[in-house]
């Protein structure tokens, strides 16, 4: 095998069983599309609704198209140019031999852009395709509940899982390519198709997430709120929007994010890797990591398709279903694992770190079920508190929220600490290897994972659909047990999304760390000035000062994220609920002789999405290239320890807390207090819209934000070792960036410099 | 001098001029509480009403000294005993020459006991006297308003001038004190001193601040929500509790906390100017900042005693005639600093890292008062949401108060920046010493900072006395104004205190840092075992997993603490408002014919605010021992690191969005959105409840906390380079540390083992 000559047999068959299998997980992708697309959509007037839903949500997804495609084409051009500043590694030459300098220089040139291409278009793909299928998906739901339970959960899941698949897929297709591509000299090219992803990914996220909050916020303050009448009613001029954002938020968002940390997993596994190789000579640490892969792509066609719940099913007997497929998932990853660590890699650790990822992502889960779950203490306290007002309902959900930020970052943090034990006494490369290998295993049930969470916006848009066009109550009660489930299945998901995060990242902090070092080293040895500090001598001491004004920077990125995107939500859901308003004096709506004008609420909502992308995506470029270029190298590796802790706590925060006063508000609904129209409940309502942009935004948002960071300083990192602040082109370039960040900020402070005029 | 045979003979005398300045800072103390107490308390029913608050306060503060004092008891013996594990410094050895090796261990043991129970008592005199000074105040600044604007302003201010004094008095003397009779071996006794008082100003801020608002939100979300009489109605059974909850929480809480943190600054200011003096063989590093410091204490006393309204004085006039004051004390600090710099230390960056701190303290709060001023658009931007309700201007808020967070980070990182910059090329010991001397700087004026923050709460309390017993409308207006002021003179404390907090942490660090290396080199030297790393080789690597996971660990205590102290509120509100709404039950309350049970409300508030103290207190004090113990000295510099970054975006959030709140009501109030009683006012008055807590106990919390943590792991640090992981001893004290520290979350979480019986 070229670039892999040291490549056993078995390993080269094992590479090619990898790309067949993520082949064969697009396929089943494809013939699940086949199988939904076949099923019926419904009577006209379900149609009608769905049409006004599809057209919404493609109408936005083309128009965010528009908006970011030239950032994606002047980085594609970067990366391309980059070739020329960071020149291609001695890997690289080496795989390559046989040709002239020049030409393995345009190879690596074209390599990088066409992989961050690659990680754009596939992330983009996972997201749009994805979100597509779910809206194919729910008015067929819709129609199947007023035949049967099994069927409607059926189709809904499966529509799920063909994301699911896509993400696996896609995922694994990438990393196996550019591998088998480029051998040794892959990380060249991994960065930049873990770039693209990831850079996708935000903007999926931040624009997916201010449409679906600002139309939910909007259309309850003053649908539920003011009005009175009940959610999803086709009264409320918001509500097509409403429905339109669960699909670009919760499906082609979360799709995108999920993928993005699929992809990130892999790309920093095989970073680390190939160092080991280097150190080692031995090429399983990178064959294995995506043997991992490939038998979790497997599993979980396996597990997804046992999935299918009983003629008579109820929602207990729904999620059991679920349940048994990931378990039976689970299941045979953990027997696979164990037999490939024993028989190819010789050794107990390998298994052991994958193992803890998947204790990992179950403790997560379970931490996060105990303060989120209605059954438990936490929320039932929350909703007691609704029985004093909001004021303390609040107060009590932030209490609870801090505290579960706590135990995820302690969980973690023992995560880290297990890889340290498992590598205790080997080079400290082989824990954050480690800590990449649990980053594998934890996301290893991806294909279940992400069935079980877009099955949630499906499930939901399907009972809306069903309110809408007023369905019978036998199928609206069908659809409103799928609802609850795909409410709990969403949850969990969302707990390993942002653990995974931080997993990933911190990977990604070990491999810039790995990286710097190797640069400085072979620069070094060319002779070449590398600045003041060599990291494979010192490592980052955050006791340095610069170091620790680093950190306090990059401590500070999450929350001025956060900050402006819930910024962006209030003022678009103030937009809409103005825009709600207005309509409900139209004569004849609210008697339901007049339709709202639903395309007025969407274009709000697709308009104030667009705004954020470019300013935020600026911010997270920009930020980590300003501290290496004025306080540097060990600088910026302090930013990123900053930004991976602090982003991890209000990260959590944010989407526990969201969803703790969610299900409180919910617990109330279900008779409690007082139930639906009490105080009680008003209280709840304004603890559930407060945490919506929390939960489903800004929260959610920080887990691509966090790793563009990582990845971008990974990048630039072989540029910033020879620039610094002593460099005068550097300080103009480091001037400009700041002024485009102080842009950026007033920008989306202010919502585009149009509305400054209005 | 003993100890400091190279002082020449200016620095002899100066050291004696300091700690006459401090006696005489004392005196002026002295001198205003005489004329304080000779003015005339008002009619019989104020005095009534002065009598109630008065019992309240004295009955918390005793009760609150008696929960304490076992754990102060404690700690006294373990700082003596600790001689024994810990020996004293080779400096030490030199200071005491004359005596045994026993007899300078026992004197050394003394000293650190005696300077730890120095600084609690000092730090418990400043809140007990000011506090019991601001309770005699009150009554006086009522009874004058009815006579003129001036007098009132003048009996108010020079009130809170006593507590500012005593605070720069007592905090000089015994910096000042300690130096002279330890000399070099002045951080031993040093760390003790800080220790005291950091740990007393954690129970005041702690026990105060869960106090204030626990009858505060209490109170107003049944009497100005539920029933709707004006705040401070007699009628409110918590009505006393709210006003006695202002004195023990915005005058005790608060003082303690801004001496804790003059204090704290001169200790690391001390020890780091010690550890130059032992490089460069000068004693200037260290008599400078005392020096500075002496400066600002005659320089308050002129400034504040410029402080008097005109005889037609209002408002602006009276915030005029304290700016004045501000000014002119400035003024004296900045030309003296500049010739002390000049023709002293014979160097321009003692001067330029001092003025780098009076900067800071006005940047800071500029910029506080941007976000929180009624005048800006930030708060008027949070105003305009209540027109949508409660949720979008929670939301605003949030956005608002992560953003200053952000700005404020900056700002220390740009203080941190400019000591790197003006110490370019020197050893890095010298940017601390420059960033102590920032924090020096920036608390040089704290007796005119605490008198404009003890001026809040009794201008506060005097107004409450005249709602209570219907004073007339000529004095009501007088009082009204100057509670006006009040509001915004503690906000502009508040940035100082929580800025200060920060800076005095990071010398802290640094402190920890230069102490960690000296033990180890020590110890080296000797031939002992000092663990696998030593610190001054490496530096403290957020690089390293163990490191890193420190990081995690500190990062998320300010998390776990907010989360306790915002329960605790939480739940001792809710008790409050049973009792509140039982008592407004009573026949014949509402029509003021009965009195309300005051002490009923007060005794809950009381007992809630002590619950807290030992289990808080015993989470910052163990918590830093495990991470020493478990992970080593190098993770604890990483938690330390963690603790300050995340303890400051928290904080400064919490504080800034609380004021926000506040402000945006009271613009609501003076007629905006429909005035009182509209819906925009409910909406922001839930704003105001859910940030009263936020701001004013678990934001000032952190200050105080976030030291303490710092200074334990100073005092621990010798023992935790002998000892780690490896040995069993260690092991299992690690463990029943954990287990003392779960125990107290559960406690603290569950208010007590008692109520889970009820």
């Known amino acids: 095998m070229p670039g892999l000559s040291n490549a056993s047999s078995f390993e080269v068959i094992a590479l090619w069983c990898v790309l067949f299998i993520a082949l064969l997980g697009l396929g089943y992708a494809l013939l699940l599309r086949k199988q939904i697309m076949s099923k019926d959509k419904g009577t006209v007037k379900m149609q009608e609704v769905w049409n006004a839903i599809r057209i919404g949500a493609n109408a936005y997804l083309s128009r965010q198209l528009k908006t970011i495609l030239p950032l994606i084409g002047f980085f594609t051009v970067v990366l391309f140019f980059s070739v020329y500043i960071i020149p291609p590694s001695a890997e690289a030459m080496k795989r390559f031999a046989g040709m002239s300098a020049e030409q393995v220089t345009i190879i690596i040139g074209i390599g990088r852009a066409v992989a961050f291409i690659m990680g754009a278009v596939f992330s983009l793909i996972v997201g749009q395709f994805g979100m597509r299928m779910a809206v194919q998906g729910n008015v067929r739901v819709a129609s199947a509940s007023r035949r049967s339970f099994s069927e409607a959960l059926k189709i809904a899941y499966r529509t799920g899982t063909i994301t699911g698949m896509l993400t696996d897929g896609l995922g694994l297709l990438g990393g196996t390519i550019i591998f088998i591509i480029f051998g040794l000299a892959a990380p060249d090219a991994l960065l930049g198709f873990g770039f693209g992803g990831t850079l996708l990914a935000l903007f999926m996220r931040v624009g997916g997430g201010i449409y679906t909050k600002a139309a939910d916020v909007g259309a309850d303050l003053v649908g539920k709120v003011e009005v009175g009448i009940p959610e999803d009613d086709a009264r409320n001029a918001a509500v097509i929007a409403d429905l339109v954002g669960d699909n670009v938020g919760d499906c082609a968002g979360m799709a995108a994010d999920i993928f993005e940390s699929y992809e990130v997993t892999i790309v920093s596994g095989l970073i680390l890797g190939v160092a080991l190789v280097s150190i080692t000579g031995k090429l399983k640490w990178i064959i294995f990591p995506l043997l991992v892969r490939g038998i979790g792509v497997l599993s979980s066609m396996i597990g997804t398709y046992l999935v299918k719940g009983n003629k008579d099913g109820k929602s207990a007997n729904a999620m059991s279903s679920i349940n048994k497929g990931f378990y039976t998932s689970a299941g045979i990853c953990v027997v696979s694992f164990f037999f490939l660590a024993q028989f190819y890699m010789h050794e107990w650790r390998a298994f052991l770190s994958v193992f803890a990822g998947i204790i990992l992502a179950i403790v997560l889960d379970e931490i996060t079920k105990y303060f989120t779950d209605t059954h438990f203490k936490p ?137 710097v070092e190797k640069v400085q080293k072979t620069m070094m040895a060319a002779g070449q000035f590398v600045g ?227």
Chains 1, 2 share one sequence.
């Open 379 to 515: 929320v039932k306290d929350i909703a007691a508190e609704s029985q004093t007002g909001s004021a303390t309902l609040l107060l009590k959900g932030l209490s609870v929220g801090f505290e579960v930020a706590v135990w995820q970052v302690l969980v973690i943090a023992a995560t880290i600490m297990s890889s340290v034990i498992i590598y205790q006494g080997m080079d400290p490369i082989y824990v954050l290897y480690g800590v990449a290998m649990t980053g594998i295993g934890m996301l290893t049930l991806t294909g279940n994972n992400v069935a079980m969470d877009s099955f949630g916006p499906i499930a939901d848009n399907a009972n809306g659909i069903g309110e809408m066009v007023d369905l019978e109550p036998e199928a609206r009660e069908v659809m409103a047990h799928l609802d609850a489930v795909g409410n709990t299945t969403k949850a969990i998901t969302k707990a390993i999304a942002i653990g995974s995060a931080v997993i990933a990242a911190v990977s990604l902090f070990g491999a810039y760390l790995t990286d």
């Open 532 to 758: 003041n500090t060599t990291l494979f001598a010192t490592g980052i001491r955050i006791s340095v000062p610069e170091v620790f004004v680093g950190a306090l920077i990059g401590a500070a990125i999450p929350w001025l994220f956060s900050s402006l995107i819930i910024n962006a939500v209030t003022r678009a859901a103030s937009l809409i609920v103005t825009e709600v308003r207005r309509q409900f004096h139209i004569p004849g709506l609210m008697e339901g002789k007049v339709k709202p004008e639903y395309d007025k609420a969407v274009g709000i909502c697709t308009s104030a999405a667009q705004k954020e992308l470019i300013p935020l995506a600026l911010i997270s470029i920009l930020t980590p290239l300003v501290v290496g270029m004025l306080l540097g190298v060990e600088a910026l590796g302090g930013a990123l320890a900053g930004v991976i802790i602090s982003g991890q706590l209000l990260a959590v925060f944010m989407s526990t807390t969201g969803g703790a006063w969610d299900n409180a508000k919910k617990t109330i609904e279900d008779g409690l207090y007082g139930g639906k129209g009490s105080e009680a409940h008003k209280a709840a309502v304004v603890g559930d819209t407060v945490g919506d942009p929390l939960k489903d935004t800004a929260g959610p948002a920080l887990n691509p934000m966090i790793k563009v960071i990582n990845l971008v300083s990974l990048l630039a990192a072989p540029i910033l070792v020879q620039y610094n602040r002593t460099n005068v082109g550097v300080i103009v370039t480091a001037v400009i960036c700041i002024l485009v960040i102080v842009g950026s900020i007033l920008y989306s402070k202010n919502g585009g410099f149009e509305s400054k005029k209005a």
